[in-house]
């Protein structure tokens, strides 16, 4: 579904440059004022400059937007240090006495404010319980099918922040547990209906895999 809306973002944007570049050679072909033959050739030409130049402007325009507006949500899941990247999705695996453990790191940068009202929801199948740490019970909190991390709970005490906090999830198997695996892909919940607050946050994660295990 993002990547669609990527697809259709850029489809967007490229549509809008086009037309406007076409707008502004009707309105003015600079080249046919400096060389006043071949028309059709100076029309495309300056057709190009414009869309060129344009889409320079709107990429920069862009570029200094998400790197001073906007705020980011980094959620990595990890087994172990070594491989802890967001490129990697780990593969869980059930192992004694029929508990997987999976660690997550969540780096908030930004502006504290754009933080506010946002929730992190992990999916997870409800034969299995979840577990962690007492001190995170505040910003975790499990519901029948998921774990939210509320993003309001953390320790951001000046107006930009650049916070991290990593700890680890438990999964218990119950005895009546199918076997099977478990695709938790987390999400970004935004409590408030507002589309500003939308464009003024982006989340970047990885996702992990519950395995059975295979004796």
Request: aromatic residues 14%; contains cysteine; positive net charge.
């Amino acid at each position: 579904m993002v990547l669609k809306l990527k697809k259709f973002g850029v489809f967007f944007k490229v549509s809008i440059i086009s037309i406007f570049a076409i707008y502004l050679v009707e309105k003015f072909n600079f080249l046919a004022v400096l060389f006043p033959f071949n028309p059709s050739f100076l029309f495309s030409t300056c057709l190009g400059i414009y869309t060129g130049a344009i889409s320079l402007v709107v990429d920069t325009i862009l570029d200094w937007f998400d790197e001073s507006m906007r705020s980011t949500v980094e959620l990595v899941f990890f087994l172990d240090a070594a491989n802890k990247s967001i490129t990697n999705n780990p593969n869980v695996v059930f192992r004694d006495f029929d508990i997987a453990e999976i660690k997550l790191e969540v780096h908030l940068n930004g502006k504290k404010k754009n933080f506010q009202n946002l929730t992190i929801i992990i999916p997870y199948n409800n034969f299995y319980d979840v577990q962690f740490a007492k001190n995170y019970r505040d910003v975790c909190i499990k519901a029948q099918d998921n774990i939210s991390i509320n993003l309001s709970e953390f320790n951001m005490g000046e107006e930009k922040a650049n916070t991290f906090m990593e700890f680890s999830i438990q999964f218990i198997k119950s005895s009546d547990s199918p076997i099977n695996e478990l695709e938790c892909r987390p999400s970004l919940k935004f409590k408030k209906i507002c589309p500003v607050q939308r464009l003024l946050c982006k989340f970047n994660h990885n996702y992990f895999i519950l395995k059975e295990r295979r004796d």
